[in-house]
């Protein structure tokens, strides 16, 4: 799907404009000027309609005009998995992250797709991470308080209609 954005002008007598690229945004900024015949050089820059998981990145970046280039690069060559890891590091997180020069693969983020804690649990102990738990004693565990304590270390976060359970370092 395309992503639209709005360029609204900090000048209130000017109008805005809708872009789907960056090219067509430096076009069109290129070319407004106000009533008065000033050029209009400063514009908030809003996510319209696009995808829910470019919507979310948007916001994690925090796009403004000197970025927006970058923003439809990533949009277009990131895959999902790096979308998702950009949006929990650097906006669930707080990680510093340069768009036109850093790599989003360079963010180390620990994910799963759980809807729960507990489901987590469940994972971690079938996949042995505490050990091997022989079979009869599986019933006895509480995945409950097992949950809780993982709690302590990982997060939750909903992307695009996703639930995750994430970990940075």
Known sequence: MTTNLYAQPYDISATGFYFKSAEEYTEKARKLYNPYGEHVEEFEIQFIDGDGIDCQLFEALSI???????????????????????????GEVGYKFDLANDDPDDLNVDLYQFDTMKELAEHFVEEGLYGTIPENIKFYLDYDLIARDLSMDYSEVRIDGTNYIYRCD
């Open 64 to 90: 403004n005009q000197s970025n927006i280039e970058s923003y439809f690069k990533a949009v277009g060559d990131w895959e999902e998995y790096q979308k998702i890891n950009a949006i929990i590091a650097i």
